[in-house]
């Protein structure tokens, strides 16, 4: 598969956030904010008209290039790019050319070729930090929009009963099952599944929902996800800024879904809600 990459060049990290989340709402599939943005989409998928349109009605005014990257290309590029990361102390991700760390309680590898979920952006870090603090032994888990697998893999290895990863990229169920097997995880924990919301299994009442996409998929999704959660359950959002945090609790809150934590970073948010219907 080629991809397109959009490079901004030469803004700051602070702005490169702010164009990130403009660009989500287009199908990019992964995003790297350092010494410039880029955004990165299937060839397939991507039309400069939608691109224009949206820089015009976003009013962004900063140059950027188009680049087309083949397949073969991906892996040295982050390769070249990519740095572990250490979260809280407790959770170390890594690709698999880089060292172990000792005494690390959560060691993850993750090779995440086209695949938005390394821990370098600030959504998943948020999540992270979240489920570190929630107890996934014997847990029905569903990691919707799962891209590298990273979020359900920490489950997994938090002892969780059985993870669910639902993405609508079929690279994205591809590396998320390379990285399963990187962590020498057991297959009858799990299942993948390629699609959208209309793949949940409704039959479920999951213990755990983590969903770090976007605002306006977070609001479509917030009924099915208090259908399927249940009484008692954890259900994580993150994928949006600190200023759409109130937005997604009214709405939320119809549903009964109880406010528990928000955590942010960078202007980045994660919200922990709690399912209170029986």
Request: glycine residues 6%; hydrophobic residues 35%.
């Amino acid at each position: 598969m080629t991809y397109i990459e959009i490079y901004f060049p030469n803004i700051s990290e602070a702005r490169g956030e702010i164009i990130t989340a403009l660009l989500s709402s287009l199908p990019f599939d992964s995003f790297r904010v350092d010494q410039g943005c880029s955004a990165y989409i299937p060839k397939e998928h991507f039309l400069i008209e939608d691109l224009k349109s949206l820089i015009k009605a976003s009013h962004i005014q900063e140059p950027y290039q188009i680049i087309e990257h083949p397949k073969e290309n991906w892996n040295k590029k982050w390769e070249e790019h990519i740095e572990p990361i250490l979260i809280e102390n407790s959770c170390y991700i890594r690709c698999d050319f880089h060292p172990p760390k000792k005494n690390i309680p959560h060691q993850i590898i993750i090779n995440p070729k086209m695949s938005f979920g390394t821990g370098h952006h600030q959504t998943t870090r948020l999540m992270i930090r979240a489920l570190l603090q929630i107890n996934c032994a014997d847990k029905l888990v569903l990691d919707m929009g799962c891209g590298t697998g990273v979020l359900g893999i920490l489950g997994l290895q938090k002892k969780a009963k059985d993870v669910h990863f639902i993405d609508i990229d079929n690279w994205a169920i591809q590396n998320t099952l390379e990285n399963i097997e990187l962590n020498h995880l057991h297959r009858h924990l799990f299942s993948t599944t390629e699609g959208g919301k209309e793949k949940i299994d409704r039959s479920k009442k999951y213990d755990i929902i983590l969903s770090n996409i976007t605002k306006n998929s977070n609001l479509e999704l917030i009924e099915t996800y208090q259908s399927i959660l249940a009484t008692g359950g954890h259900l994580l959002l993150s994928g949006f800024y600190e200023k759409d945090c109130q937005d997604i609790l009214v709405f939320a809150q119809q549903f009964g879904l109880k406010f528990q934590n928000q955590n942010t970073e960078n202007s980045w948010a994660c919200l922990h809600l709690i399912q209170t219907h029986t």
